[in-house]
């Protein structure tokens, strides 16, 4: 019993060290923390945070807020999901008390998606530190620019705690967000995937006057990170991003069928055990549509058959078939065109099934937010074919490329 006890405990020695040992990159919190978090010292601290703003130990910036003998961590903010990510997606965040520190966290997804006067009132320093996903549909880059505006607006210094952009630093695709289809996901004129960590784009939000007021913003840079690092060689633990992003891969999927899965005419996986990872229905034939897949030789990728029920959302408990999509060179893979390709197939294959013919169109308008505009949707449905739209697609990529550099932090 003494023997099994010692193994047992070494493991969990062992297991709960392993962060520390294999990271090779410190976040910002932890930088902030190796300088005594001077820039918050004696000041009264508002923190935007969820459950994946932690240290390589996992510990919660909240905790190490709190703890820290020198900051006064007065309020909490929560986005989507909640601080704590006690929240469904979609789901309204509630005002409520941190159970864990006693401070009070004031909802940024329900009422107002904004911090208003009062929610900042006795704050001198508002602090963000949520892990991003590369991608300009999720929310978390919308809050980070609202509460820039309010920080502006009330006179109070913001601060990034920077993160990886799991997609890297490369990876750019899409056309910017235009005028009429700016919303919570896509509030910002950038393309799909921008290839910046969150830090990087508050300089370039704040610096371009991408915001209605420009504010005191200070990034507290990573150490380690590199534009080209994969999160498996940041050593980094990853922690779910929302449900929907359990794994560390799951970022990487999300841009291949996010937009498509707007629509709920096909499932994408999510309800079942590979969100975004997959595209299936009922009326599916898999080695049919893996095979026609496979055939247009798209660089990176690879398309296998399946078969699966979804656990709940679209085609909750019916047998559907239809493709895993793998990713087996992830330099190569443009990510965000699979999805056309895959409705261009569906429509060879199953006429009849031609998604916007049979999809709700009540779901265009998230469509089109989604991808930035309606161009994509009208001009793709006339011939149902990606090279339609590729060039408007890829149109804003070097602007892009060329804008955004100038506020890169990393090589």
């Known amino acids: ?245 359990p794994h560390k891969h799951s970022a990487l999927f999300y841009p291949i069928t996010g937009i498509l899965g707007e629509l709920y005419y096909v499932s994408i996986g999510v309800g079942y055990t590979l969100p975004f990872q997959i595209v299936g229905a009922p009326w599916m034939e898999a080695d049919k549509l893996a095979n026609a897949m496979n055939a247009l030789n798209l660089k990176g990728l690879h398309f296998r058959p399946i078969h699966f029920k979804p656990f709940y959302s679209t085609f909750k408990g019916e047998n559907c078939q239809g493709v895993e999509i793998h990713i087996t060179d992830y330099s190569q893979a443009k990510l965000s065109e699979v999805q056309f390709y895959i409705m261009q197939v569906l429509n060879d294959l199953y006429p009849d099934k031609t998604v916007f013919n049979n999809a709700d169109t009540a779901r265009y308008s998230m469509f089109d937010k989604v991808s930035g505009s309606d161009y994509i949707r009208t001009t793709f449905t006339k011939r149902y074919r990606f090279e339609d739209i590729a060039d408007y697609w890829y149109k804003d990529v070097d602007a892009y490329r060329a804008l955004s550099s100038k506020y890169y932090l990393y090589e």
Not at 92 to 97: A, E, G, M
Not at 125 to 131: E, F, K, P, R, S
Request: charged residues 25%.
């Open 1 to 245: 019993m003494k023997l099994k006890t010692f193994l047992l405990s070494s493991f969990i020695v062992a297991l709960s060290s392993c962060t520390t040992d294999t990271a090779t990159v410190k976040t910002g919190i932890e930088v902030l923390r190796d300088n005594n978090f001077d820039i918050l010292a004696g000041k009264r601290v508002g923190l935007i945070t969820n459950p994946t703003g932690v240290d390589s130990h996992l510990k919660s910036t909240i905790d190490i807020l709190y703890d820290a003998k020198n900051v006064q961590l007065v309020a909490l903010f929560g986005p989507e999901h909640g601080v704590r990510g006690d929240v469904h997606a979609g789901d309204k965040v509630d005002n409520t008390t941190d159970s864990k520190t006693g401070v009070p966290v004031f909802s940024i997804f329900g009422k107002t998606r904004k911090p208003t006067p009062e929610m900042l009132k006795g704050i001198d320093v508002l602090v963000y530190d949520i892990q991003d996903i590369g991608c300009r549909s999720y929310t978390f880059i919308s809050t980070m620019g609202l509460a820039m505006e309010a920080a502006a607006e009330n006179n109070i210094d913001f601060v990034v705690l920077d993160r990886p952009n799991p997609l890297g630093g490369i990876k750019i695709e899409g056309n910017y967000a235009e005028d009429g289809f700016i919303s919570f996901v896509s509030q910002f004129k950038i393309p799909y995937l921008y290839a910046q960590t969150c830090g990087e784009l508050a300089i370039m939000l704040n610096e371009e006057k991408m915001l209605s007021k420009k504010c005191r913003l200070h990034v507290v840079k990573m150490e380690g990170w590199t534009r080209e690092m994969t999160w498996e060689e940041t050593g980094l633990e990853w922690v779910l991003a929302s449900p929907h992003i």
